[in-house]
């Protein structure tokens, strides 16, 4: 989720823990500790593109980190707050619970986390919510002023736990409506007589009605947008896998990177001037066409023999906008 997401959840968590004995200071560092697991976008520009991409919410999401952490950040909060009656014990267990809420909140997420990182590489994502989801946000952004706002710790705990509720209630409805949206598009395929082997849904930018969704053939993916309130929604178009334009990189790591980040679902295309790029297909595209840009593309530079480098491609807004107009 966006990190203005976390801190409002993490402040909830920190006053639905804590609030009783600290008053609003448990809202206060509930939105530090919340913060700690996207702290690793300052190294991402340490490594190379692809390596990057796996970094964020890998390692730094995982509950191995949050055990290791978690004693330190309750020695520092206990150093730094002397006059708050809480132990070093409170503190660490109150560290571990935001810790591990924030990073439970982004498997809900289509980036996913590292869960069991580095014992286990797969990343978890149940791919239920965007990364952000104002529907979300905002029911858990009121209850917490209402919170912070009250003076009876009663008050301020039970604000506390109806932000948190209604944040599970929401991502229950997202996971449920995801399985809904996810049966009528493969009603869907079989009406059109399209052939998959398996299907997958995937969140838009800004709500949970909104998804693009990815059926998977033996050759390539069949992708079609899909709303929660219209039936006449647009035809399913065909993205070729097209393995062998990267015929001479696929043994390449940085290339291994890349199919482990889109899990699978990715199409390379070859420009006219013979530069190869590697899409995304689950975040989707910008626009309807079927040659618009995808949202996570990136640039495989090289020649017949080796890979020089890979960039990420970012969106022209501008280019866009004149071109709609």
């Excluded at 590489?121 to 239920?128: E, T």
Aim: charged content about 20%.
């Amino acid at each position: 989720m966006d990190i203005f997401t976390h801190v409002i959840l993490g402040s909830s968590i920190g006053g639905m823990i804590a609030a009783k004995k600290i008053g609003n200071k448990a809202f206060l560092w509930g939105a530090i500790v919340s913060v700690i697991p996207d702290l690793d976008v300052i190294i991402m520009p340490l490594f190379e593109t692809t390596k990057a991409m796996l970094v964020h919410r890998g390692f730094s999401h995982s509950i191995f980190f949050f055990l290791l952490i978690a004693p330190f950040l309750g020695m520092l909060i206990k150093r730094i707050d002397k006059n708050v009656v809480y132990s070093l014990a409170q503190w660490t267990s109150f560290s571990f619970f935001i810790l591990l809420s924030q990073s439970l909140l982004d498997v809900f997420t289509i980036y996913g986390t590292g869960f069991f990182e580095p014992f286990y590489d797969k990343r978890f994502a149940l791919s239920s919510i965007a990364v952000l989801d104002l529907f979300f946000t905002i029911p858990v952004l009121v209850a917490l002023i209402s919170a912070i706002r009250v003076k009876e710790w009663k008050l301020k705990k039970a604000y506390a736990w109806i932000g948190v509720f209604i944040s599970a209630l929401y991502l229950t409805f997202t996971f449920l409506n995801k399985l809904y949206v996810q049966s009528e598009f493969e009603d869907y395929l079989l009406a059109e007589d399209i052939r998959y082997e398996k299907t997958e849904i995937f969140p838009q930018v800004g709500s949970n009605f909104m998804w693009n969704c990815v059926a998977q053939d033996r050759d390539g993916f069949w992708l079609r947008n899909m709303s929660n309130f219209s039936k006449y929604n647009g035809e399913a178009q065909l993205y070729l896998r097209n393995d062998y334009y990267m015929f001479n990189y696929l043994n390449d790591k940085r290339i291994e990177n890349l199919q482990r980040f889109s899990r699978g679902y990715y199409s390379a295309i070859q420009q006219y001037d013979g530069s190869v790029y590697f899409r995304d297909l689950r975040y989707g595209k910008i626009g309807n066409d079927q040659d618009n840009q995808f949202v996570f593309t990136f640039k495989l530079i090289g020649d017949n023999d080796s890979l020089y480098r890979v960039e990420c491609v970012n969106i022209n807004f501008r280019e866009l906008y004149e071109e709609k107009k």
